[in-house]
């Protein structure tokens, strides 16, 4: 129903910036009041981990505590994009990083299941 494309990993050394874009295709005909858009990340051997959460409806953001005050999620309604902004990165935000969304709103910093899923880009960081 949505698709997602992420763009924007890479390899940066440790306290550098990366800012990664999730762009989003909404089938022809369907609408949403709001869309619950997150970034997960995947290190490898780990279990997945929601990162950051935006609720288009209201713009509310949610951050996860590993990563509070150093990324920032966005949107670009124009363009209808996601963005993650990625500063000060550390080696342990090594990672595959994901978009998702879905239209069920189920509380800000909910990151189970969502119905919606990008393909992934990979983002290491060097020390």
């Known amino acids: 129903q949505i698709l997602l494309v992420e763009s924007g990993g890479g390899s940066v050394q440790a306290g550098g910036s990366l800012r990664l874009s999730c762009e989003a295709s909404?089938?022809?005909?369907?609408?949403?009041?709001?869309?619950?858009m997150a970034w997960f990340r995947r290190a490898p051997g780990e279990g997945r981990e929601g990162v950051a959460a935006?609720?288009?409806?209201?713009?509310?953001?949610y951050y996860a505590d590993s990563v509070k005050g150093r990324f920032t999620i966005s949107r670009d309604n124009a363009k209808n994009t996601l963005y993650l902004q990625m500063n000060s990165l550390k080696p342990e935000d090594t990672a595959m990083y994901y978009c998702?969304?879905?239209?069920?709103?189920?509380?800000?910093?909910?990151?189970?299941?969502?119905?919606?899923w990008g393909q992934g880009v990979q983002v290491t960081v060097s020390s």
């Open positions: 998702a969304a879905d239209p069920v709103f189920r509380g800000m910093g909910y990151f189970g299941e969502m119905q919606n």
């Open positions: 935006l609720w288009t409806g209201d713009g509310r953001t």
């Open positions: 909404i089938h022809t005909g369907r609408t949403y009041s709001g869309l619950y």
